[in-house]
């Protein structure tokens, strides 16, 4: 089976400009996760998604944070507009329901220059 | 609040010393899941092990080997004759049973030498 699958790998933008990332969870996956990795503050929750809705977005950092999830196969986290404090690894995981184990992609590099 | 703390930053070895990566962790719940995750220097996750809080057994897996003691509420996790491939980053991590959200400690980096 296909793992948890995020697109660009790498994204290299300069400030201002819209960053869109991509993720497709594993297919009978429920949960969708989408996580922020940074040296200073480890890996944070931004939100999370269940059977396509957003149930806990406390985590993002604010409005120029959104992230869609119009189907169960594909969701999306946007930054506009991106700013340099925004270089981090995002990540995206899934899970078959709520409390099972969080399966992860292999994350998106992002460099806002 | 939940909270995981991963005392030791930085571990180094050499080839087939044993390690221990220390993980403890705070909660209110009864009911609750532990993690291991391991994040190589490729960056990507990936998904050790998981135990609930009701499973005190230890688990043994190849060279891999976990102890849960709910008493001193820690989950360490011990590689038995390090390999250069061991070397990552390694995240312990916590949920509570009415969420689904994991908390995770800082990891520990673990380097073994040849």
């Known amino acids: 089976d296909a793992g948890v699958i995020q697109s660009p790998r790498h994204e290299v933008t300069e400030m201002g400009q819209e960053v869109t990332l991509r993720c497709k969870p594993i297919?009978?996956?429920?949960?969708l996760f989408w996580y922020r990795q940074t040296m200073m503050r480890g890996l944070e929750l931004l939100i999370y998604?269940?059977?396509?809705?957003?149930?806990?977005d406390s985590g993002m950092p604010e409005d120029r944070f959104s992230a869609k999830m119009p189907n169960a196969s594909f969701s999306t986290l946007k930054i506009q507009p991106s700013e340099p404090r925004d270089s981090a690894v995002y990540f995206c995981?899934?899970?078959?329901?709520?409390?099972?184990?969080?399966?992860f992609g292999p994350g998106t590099r992002l460099l806002v220059l | 609040a939940q909270k995981v703390t991963q005392a030791q930053t930085e571990i180094s070895v050499v080839e087939k010393e044993d390690v221990t990566l220390d993980c403890v962790y705070e909660?209110?719940?009864?009911?609750?899941?532990l993690f291991w995750y391991k994040q190589p220097p490729s960056g990507e996750l990936v998904f050790l092990i998981r135990?609930?809080?009701?499973?005190?057994q230890n688990e043994i897996s190849g060279r891999y080997s976990w102890n849960f003691q709910k008493s001193t509420s820690s989950f360490n996790f011990t590689i038995t004759a390090s390999q250069v491939v061991d070397s990552a980053v390694y995240f312990c991590?916590?949920?509570?049973?009415?969420?689904?959200?994991?908390?995770f400690g800082k990891g520990t980096m673990l380097l073994v030498s040849p």
């Open positions: 297919s009978g996956h429920n949960s």
């Open positions: 991590a916590l949920s509570g049973a009415g969420y689904s959200t994991l908390t």
């Open positions: 998604f269940n059977n396509n809705v957003p149930i806990d």
């Open positions: 135990r609930n809080s009701f499973d005190e």
């Open positions: 909660t209110r719940d009864t009911t609750y899941y």
């Open positions: 995981a899934s899970s078959r329901d709520r409390q099972e184990t969080q399966y």
